[in-house]
């Protein structure tokens, strides 16, 4: 969309949380959505176009993404070495897939499997939190939003035949609401300033966070219209929730605003985005 060429390196063996600053229209998002695209995902996904032949940067006739995975542990696969190398080539009439070591595969159904053996859930919003639904996530939670979100984390793809279940099954259930004890008042959302809003968003998402176990997990623009003391708390927040309590995942987070504030941590790789060429 942006980059003709862009290559980031992540240390993924020093670090496992990624900080990427940049001006607006310096391809942060555009990053952001190759990587969910990279690993299959859908032009929809991203809000950046409803096909995938969109993220083709203009003037340019295809876009070659190659995303290098960690393959250790416990969920790695035998085909491969240390290291799988995805690589996705959109064209406006189609995309190619091929897993690497040498070539290994050329079938999407293959890195379908190959991800979900990683636990990696492209699909699910709250482990891509894109920078449009970072903006407007809390007014999309109404109750049933809510409920259907969190059993997408527990869940995942399951969730159409567990909601099944629990319909043929709802005579059976019986429900009394009950409101938090000591709590008569609730804020509403609207009433909220827009750094209210990020900043309750942002803590939101983190209590989501803990729900599930996902190996990575992406969050673009999640400081927009904070003041400097709630977007170093958050910052703060984030990076503790990465490094002390996640330690073995990985999490990467795109902002507009300075990031020198950072300063040098353990654990903690920043990345300013260059310039973009035409």
């Keep these: 969309m942006c980059h003709g060429h862009l290559k980031i390196d992540f240390d993924t063996q020093r670090n496992n949380c990624f900080y990427i600053g940049g001006p607006n229209g310096s391809g942060k998002s555009a990053l952001f959505a190759s990587m969910n695209i ?3 995902g859908r032009g929809n996904n991203n ?7 969109m993220y083709i940067k203009d003037g340019r006739s295809k876009a070659r993404i190659r995303l290098i995975l960690t393959n250790r542990g416990l969920s790695s696969h035998p085909d491969f070495g240390d290291f799988v190398v995805v690589e996705r080539t959109i064209t406006s009439s189609c995309s190619t897939y091929v897993l690497k070591k040498m070539v290994v595969s050329k079938k999407k159904a293959d890195l379908d499997q190959l991800l979900m053996r990683y636990g990696i859930q492209i699909n699910n919003p ?4 894109t920078q449009d639904r970072s903006r407007h996530f ?3 939670m109404k109750p049933e ?3 259907q979100v969190i059993m997408y984390i527990r869940f995942g793809e399951n969730v ?3 909601l099944e279940i629990l319909e043929a099954n709802a005579d059976k259930f019986e429900y009394s609401p009950r409101g938090p004890i000591g709590l008569s008042d609730y804020i509403v959302i609207s009433g909220l300033s827009g750094g209210e809003r990020s900043f309750t968003t942002a803590c939101f998402i983190m209590a989501l966070w803990e729900i599930m176990e996902a190996p990575f997990r992406c969050m673009d623009e999640f400081d927009v219209f904070m003041d400097m003391i709630n977007r170093r708390v958050v910052m703060d927040l984030l990076v503790k929730l990465a490094t002390e309590q996640y330690s073995h995942n990985q999490f990467i987070f795109f902002t507009p605003q300075g990031i020198k504030e950072l300063g040098e941590r353990e654990q903690v790789q920043v990345f300013e985005m260059p310039k973009v060429r035409q």
């Design 160 to 162: 159409p035949k567990i």
């Design 138 to 140: 809390l007014h999309q």
């Design 126 to 129: 709250i482990f891509w939190m």
């Design 145 to 147: 939003r809510l409920f």
């Design 47 to 53: 809000d950046r176009g409803n096909s995938v032949k």
């Design 38 to 40: 990279g690993l299959g």
